[in-house]
């Protein structure tokens, strides 16, 4: 919250708002995350294999009311994208269909682990729901967000066992729709070439990959302060949100962001943890999941600071602004502690 307080207090004045503004917007998020947390926490974690079936229809549902015609009043184009559903609160589909996926890929996993050696009887049936998930999402447009929970469910059903053979015929046979994606579509080619030189169109379409590096550049070894820094001013775009990681690195530096990158590190060591103790398959496949949820936003965000990967919209979890991603990724840590919970009982009542 200081960190977006420091990202969003000057973009807040210019808007005509209040410099906390976006910080209690977010402050309610936490207040609500927190509580669906703790009761997550509490609900032993087999009580989601009865809602895996629920959670994947009504997010396909909901993601496809963004993409139809007809449906734009409460489905507006923002920025190009249609994200977001207004229906008396602002929900953003794709962020719920994270939780779908991990939680749909890890129950249809469990059924289906004797099964993997065929890919007609053992992925395939994935891939169906997969694309149903997934293809809305990319249509919006969100190609990122698309590619994240597919990874996500490519993640749990190999950790489930399937054969890697059959993820490389996968690939060759996406290869096509993302070579389409990243060179044929127009603003995706800029940004790509941008990525390979931001130098060469900084006012351009390599802007934001610009200054995000000029923000962590500038920001040395401490950082030049809480409240400092001019990419604050307006320089950086959604700098409260898809580049919160260059202000942490223009703000705190270089002992700040490897700071942070710690925390992250130890968040994903706990969660792995959490998988190798987990009592069953589904307890192991639900934490694998949601710490690779959490592990690929965050390196994938931190990536695109660093300039290493294109220019891209993914929150950093738990510091960018998003009420969204903030409750999606306190959801996902609750059920890793349901599952840690369950695995000191289940070793008890063994003994």
Request: charged fraction near 10%; charge should be positive.
């Amino acid at each position: 919250l200081v960190s977006l307080y420091n990202a969003s207090s000057v973009l807040a004045t210019v808007e005509g708002n209040p410099d906390y503004y976006y910080v209690m917007r977010q402050g309610t998020g936490v207040l609500l995350g927190l509580f669906v947390m703790v009761c997550c926490a509490l609900l032993p974690y087999s009580f989601w294999a009865r809602l895996s079936w629920p959670l994947v229809l009504i997010s396909i549902g909901s993601l496809v009311l963004l993409i139809l015609p007809w449906t734009e009043s409460i489905a507006p184009s923002i920025n190009g994208s249609r994200r977001w559903l207004r229906i008396g609160i602002n929900l953003q589909p794709s962020e719920f269909a994270k939780i779908a996926i991990v939680i749909w890929t890890a129950g249809m996993a469990v059924k289906k682990a004797s099964q993997f050696r065929s890919l007609r009887r053992g992925l395939a049936p994935f891939l169906v729901v997969w694309g149903l998930l997934v293809l809305p999402i990319a249509m919006e447009p969100d190609f990122s967000t698309a590619v994240l929970i597919g990874s996500l469910g490519l993640i749990v059903v190999f950790s489930a066992g399937a054969r890697i053979s059959h993820f490389v015929f996968l690939g060759l046979l996406l290869a096509p729709a993302f070579y389409w994606q990243l060179f044929r579509v127009g603003f995706r080619v800029e940004r790509v070439l941008a990525w390979a030189d931001p130098a060469s169109d900084p006012a351009g379409a390599g802007y934001q990959a610009y200054q995000s590096l000029l923000a962590i550049g500038s920001g040395g070894l401490t950082g030049v302060g809480i409240g400092q820094g001019l990419q604050r001013f307006g320089f950086l775009p959604e700098a409260h949100n898809d580049f919160i990681f260059s202000m942490i690195g223009e703000q705190w530096g270089l002992i700040g962001v490897l700071v942070l990158l710690m925390m992250y590190v130890a968040l994903v060591l706990v969660g792995f943890r959490i998988a190798s103790r987990a009592p069953d398959l589904f307890g192991e496949l639900l934490a694998l999941g949601f710490t690779s949820l959490i592990a690929l936003q965050a390196l994938l965000h931190m990536a695109v600071g660093l300039s290493l990967l294109p220019t891209t919209g993914l929150a950093l979890p738990l510091v960018s602004y998003g009420r969204s991603n903030l409750i999606v990724t306190l959801v996902s840590l609750g059920i890793l502690i349901s599952v840690a919970r369950a695995a000191p009982a289940i070793k008890v009542a063994r003994g």
